[in-house]
Every structure is written in C-alpha cells, then in structure tokens.
C-alpha cells in the first residue's frame, strides 16, 4: 500500500481543521483525494475519458455524490436495505459541486469528466456538501485533466449576535439566521473572485427577528461578500500545498493530452457574420420568444442555404454554420446591451417586465395562485394536512423529518417543445429546493401551526427565471390557503455582461439573456430581509462589489413585484380554506396518553368513528401531544371535546339529574356515565322503587340510557345515584317489599335492632320472650359482610325473603338443617 500524502491546516475562527490526502484510496484513479473537518470524511475522485466521443458538441462532465447510510452507522431505510436512487440532499450536494467546477474547464475540452464524491464518514455535526467541491477541486488539481483551479468554498453561519461563523456545524446553521455557501478563486492581485453562491434563511429566522437578531439585508451580504475571502484562500492554499507534495514524491504531475473541439472555424464566423448580420439585427430587438426564435431560425437557414448548398464554400458543414449563426446572435444581444444599454425586448438593464398575479385560480384546491413576469408564467397549489404525513427523510444529515414540502415541475410544453415527460431531473429537485428556502423562514413552525404543507409550482409558460416566479406564486398561494405566513416573498433574476472590463447588470433576465450572459443571479426576500440567494457564473469570478451593487439592484425590482403581489392580496386570509382540514393541537401529560388511545386504540378508534375527525397522538418526551383535524370545524370540536374530557373529565354536581348510559353492570349495582370521563354508581338497592331487585340485569342492560339524580359524592370525587324516574320492572325481577334508599331509606321501614329481631325469632320458634337471657353469643358472617360492604357502598337494600339456600346455591358444608344454610354458627 502506498504512503498516503497528508496536508492539514487550522480553519480561522475555529478550533477545527481541514484536511487532504491522497494516495492511499482509490490508486486507479487519474485524481483521488479525502477531505476531512473532525469526523466528517469524503473521498472525492476526478477522471476523464481518453479521446472525445464522436459528435459530443457539448462538454459532458458529470459529478456524483453516493452517500453510504455506514457514514453516519445507519443501515438504509429502504426494504432492500441498501442504498438506491440518490436521496434529495444528495443531488442538491451534486448540483452544488457541479456549478463552480464547470466554467473552470478551457473551452473546447470534451472528453467525458466524472467527478465522483462518497461519503465515507458523517458526524453528525459538520456537513459534508463544502467539503466535497474543496475535494473535487483538490482531485482536478493532481489528476492532469486541464481544469483551472483551484477553488475554494466555505459555508457561513449569520448568528443571532451578528457574526459569520465559518464551516458550521448542524447546531449552529440551525440557531442562526442564515447560511451562505461562496466559492471562488484567487487573483493574481490576491483578491478572491466569486463563483458560485447558495444562501437562505434558517427556519426559525423571523422568530430570532422577534427576538432582537439583526436582519440579514443586502449589506449584510455585501459583509459575507467580503468576509468570505479568509477561508477560500485558505482552503486553496492547502491545495496548492498538497500539488506540491504529490510532485515533491512523485514528480511533476503529467497533463492529460487533449485537443479542443471547435463549434466552428473562424472563417466559418467570418462568412456567417458577413452574410447574416444584416438580418439578424432586427432579428434580436423582437421581443417575444416564439417570433424571436422563429426570425433567427430564418437567418440560420440562408446562411445554410448560401454556405453550405451548391457551390457554397462550406459544403456538409451545416452544424457548423448554424453554431456560427447563434454565436453572431449573442454578439450582436452582448454589444447592443453594452454599446447601447438595450436589450433584446427594449428595455434598460434595470427595467422590470410586466407583473400580474392572482389567487383561487383552482377552488378544489386549498390555496392556488398564479403569477406572470413578462412571459413567465406559474401557477403554485398548496396542499394542507395532518403532521403524520411529514416526510421522513432517510439519509446522513441529523434531519430525519420536513414538514414543508416544495415540488416543481416544468414539462417541455412550456416551452413549446416536446420531450420526456416523467419522474423529476436534477434541475427540478434543484429548483424547488431554491423556492423552498426561499419561502420556509416566513412559515410558522408545527408548534404554532401544525399542518404538513406542501406546494406544487407547475411552470405553464418559461422565458428567465420560473425558480423565482415559484417564490412569488408559492407565497400568493400561502396567503390564499389562511397559512399565517410573516409576509410575502418576492423573487427576481439578475443577468450580467462583462466585456473589455465593463460589468453591466441586467434585471429580470429572460432566457436567452440567460444563456447568452456571464452570470444567473437569484435573489428573493421580504420587505426587510433577505431569505435566499443564488449565483452562478460563466466567467473566471465576479468580484464582490460587482456582486453588492447588484443585490442592490435587484432589491429595487423584488419591491415592484411586492407591490403588485400585495395589491392582489394584502394579507393573510382570515380563516383557513374551506376546503383544507381543520387542525387543533392539545398538549397533555403523558401519563394520561394511554387514557387517549385506550387499550388497543379502542378509545381514540371510537372517537374517531363517532366524530370522523383524524387523531393522531404523539409526544416530545415531556408532553403528549394530540393532533386533531377534520374538513368540518365541528366535527374537530367535537373530537377536541372528547378528548380533554378524558383528560380532565368535568365534575358531576350534587341534586343534579343527568340522562345517563349505562355502562357496566356488577352484582351490586350499575355503572353509569353522567358526562364525558365521570360515571357514577347507581346501586341496587335504589332501582326497585321499595322492593328487592334479585338481579340488575332483571331490569337494566348495556347501553340503556336512564334518567339519574346525584344523591352524594365523597371526598374522593366518587359518585352515589339514585333514579329520577321508576324503571320498568318486569314481573318476577322482584322479591317482596323493602323500599329504595334515600335520605330516610326510601320509606322503608326501620329495622329492629339485632336483639329484638333475635328476640322476635325465639318467639317464631315457640321460645319465651320472658325467658332469662341466654349466655349463648349468636354471630353472623353475613351481617359482617352486609355492614361493611354498606359502609363503602352505602345501603344494600331489605334481605331477601327466600331461604339461604337459595340466595347461596344450597348449604356449602353439605347442609346445616339451621336454615340458614351453613352461614351462622353458635359459639360460646
């Protein structure tokens, strides 16, 4: 194996330290290179094919990011449990490795370039996106493939307190306002010129506004503009250091052989221009793109038809001539713009195309806007529901679930064209990704709000920048739903020429600006902050105060666009829509969570059925928490009722009747419910109106809805009951007279004290009531029993008139002959 080649250096205003190395993974490769901050580790590897693909017209470099679940120890979540198809967070980190690695490769370089980062360790604390376009350009650097590096990225964190915190962690991006990525490259001045940006706000962001945390405005920006510069210089400086140590070991680093693929040959250029560019002047001053496509696809065909047919001077060279042909069209769009300070619809660089907007455009749905800038056209649909159906994320950030959601979709009919239509590519998922961060800061969280949000941007007509029209249709939407959104959102696209030193900053770009410009700048925010960025450069850099001039410009036009947004809808609706579910969150202990559900979910299961509202109970470790939702707001009234009933159930109040239900039946009693969660005991005794019930199932069964007064409730919140109305006792249910209960025991008569009733017995069996009292003690078990079991359950009611025998099943001792069936005895 061979010695790995190890270059470290401390990080500025941290205690941490980025590391390369090279040489002991991946020996294969042209480039190979581990990058490493604390625990996080990626092996990030560059190659490219020999020769160039027969008819590859474009330079098709591909960068991929594999992360492997073992990084963080995790086994993946899939039902194969392995990793499959790349998750989200993956392909934003492609994309975002991608974007300033590709203009730094020369022109006319098209071998096939693969650039390939694995995860090889996650900590949990430190991110690995920064680290694998730092790698990306360390393994370019020593892989003899002409790239023009090397860059350097870091991220920054905006703290509440006001600071830039360099390369943060998980925790500190999460408690600050805002993160900003930069890439760039130095110098020969030492200056840092900026290539790539990606920023947004923290979820919590306008809560830490409440707070007192500084606003992040475009000077704020401009500051991280600037700041930025210590740790790519740093970073790249370690690179430089490690080139030096690979060429220290193994000698000078041999360049790839290579020859430039040309689009077209001067002399081709020469003859188009000289022929077209008559027509094509009035060509690039049509504003509309249908018309202008249309003017320029003319202009390519006589120039195909003059140079290339009969007795041209570049016969079978036609792809070569219409390539000349779109090459003279952005010449003539890049110098008008910068002799004339015209584009090609006629405005100025800082004018903004026509707005309009509108809300409710789809009534099913439960918020629905559409938004128009120019030719740009979107329509975003919000959808609400429960918190279950937040999306569980299965990958190697600490973020297991998201509960807002932004989909876009941009088929090829809005463009006009036809083309594959199905699962989302690589600029969708990057595109909502943008609108997202753009529009997340403004959403309250689940604590004040606890619905599942998800929006749909659906692109129906593309001309420049439908990511920030998403912004603006998505917030439109919000407002339309009743989300209890901070404020909208506005978003807007700024292009860039830059010719012979001149920087010139166009405002809402369209397409072929776009195409034919030196920079996509995307910037959205509210009236007073910022909440996402966006950079992109076809050039070496920009430099920063280019960059804070145009921020600047871009604010001017993101405030039309907010006027226009709230000329439609100021506010917030009042009431959510009619059509989304109604949600209501209640806290509760936990030891009252098992009480909710029930035993096997019998108790929430029947809430839900009668009320057919949605339930779900979870907690956070300290409280439980109960989500109830419902399309009808009573029915999620009716569901919250029941629940904090079972909670806290109300208190039954003394001489009150109450319909009840009976809801079980014992052998002394019945139990029936008076209100939510209290029921009370109604006994025996008291349902025969003064006779003897010999069973309660004699005269009430489960279910049975009677009328109750409650007589007594003792100190431990137990309630007695007494009928309000005679039951309906069917014959034989009774034995003999003995009156119900009551204050004065129901009319019944009084009992004799036990030794006249022994007395009145000796008599019944032919004694002398004058007789000298006997020395025998007489004892009854029953009586014992009867007397206790009345001092809990208050009074049993009169004895039965019929044998012991039968009220016992018989003497247990195998008879007495005393009639009284074994139960007394004589003891003296």
Known sequence: MAEAITVSGPISGTDKTLTFETGRFAPNSMGAVVAS??????????????????????????????????????IPGSFFRREGRPTEDAILTCRLTDRPLRPSFPEGFRHETQVVTTVLGADQSNPHDVLSINAASAALMISGIPFDGPLGTVRLAYSQEGEWIPHPTFEESETGTFEIVIAGRELEDGDVAVMMVEAGGSENAFYYYDDGAKKVTEEVLGDALQACKVWIKESIALQRQLVASVIATHGAIEPMSWTPVLDYTPEIFDAVE????????????????????????????????????????????????????????????????????????????????????????????????????????????????????????????PNDTKRYLHHYNMPPWANGETGRVGSPKRREI?????????VLPTIPNQEDFAYTLRLVSEVMASNGSTSMGSVCASSLSLMDAGV???????????????????????????????????????????EDAITALQLD??????????????????????????????????????????????????????????????????VINTIQQETGADIAVDDDGARGIVTIGAVEAWRMEEAKTAILNIVDPPKAELEKEYDGRVVNITKFGAFVNILPGRDGLLHISKMGGGKRINSVDDVLELGQVVKVKVEEIDDKGKVSLMLSEELDIPEGAT??????????????EERAPRRERSEDRGNDRGGDKSAPASDVVEVSFEDSFDAELAGELGDLGPKSERPAADRDGGNRRGGGGNGNGGARRRHR
């Open 37 to 74: 901050i604390g625990n996080t580790k990626v092996l990030t590897t560059a190659n490219a094919a020999k020769s160039v693909r027969e008819g590859m017209d474009f330079f098709p470099l591909t960068v991929d990011v594999e992360e492997r679940a073992y990084a963080a120890g995790k």
């Open 430 to 438: 990057g595109h909502g990704a943008l609108a997202a961060r753009a």
């Open 735 to 748: 034995s003999g007279s003995g009156g119900g209960g009551g204050g004065d025991r129901g009319g019944r």
């Open 537 to 602: 450069t076809k050039i070496d850099g920009i430099p920063a105060d280019v960059l804070s001039a145009a921020l600047a410009q871009a604010r001017v036009a993101r405030l039309q666009i907010l006027e226009v947004m709230n000329e439609c809808l100021p506010a917030t609706r009042d009431e959510i829509a009619e059509t989304a579910p109604k949600i209501s969150t209640i806290y509760i202990p936990m030891d009252k969570i098992g009480e909710v559900i029930g035993p096997k979910g019998k």
């Open 274 to 397: 000289k022929i077209g560019a008559k027509a094509m002047a009035p060509a690039v001053t049509i504003a509309n793109k249908g018309d202008r496509n249309q003017a320029v696809d003319a202009v390519a065909d006589d120039c195909i038809a003059q140079l290339c047919g009969d007795g041209g001077e570049f016969p079978g060279q036609n792809k070569m001539v219409k390539e000349a042909v779109r090459s003279l069209m952005k010449k003539m769009v890049r110098r008008r713009v910068l002799d004339e300070g015209v584009r090609i619809d006629g405005r100025a660089p800082g004018d903004l195309r026509e707005v309009s907007a509108e809300t409710g455009v789809l009534g099913s749905a439960h918020g629905s806007a559409l938004f128009q800038r120019g030719e740009t056209q979107v329509m975003s649909v919000l959808t609400m529901a429960m918190p279950r159906m937040n999306q569980m994320i299965d990958s190697l950030s």
């Open 484 to 526: 209890p959104v901070r404020s909208h959102v506005s978003g807007i696209a700024m292009g860039l020429i830059y010719e012979d030193g001149k920087y010139v900053t166009l405002t809402d770009i369209l397409g072929a600006e776009d195409a034919m410009g030196d920079m996509d700048f995307k910037v959205a925010g509210t």
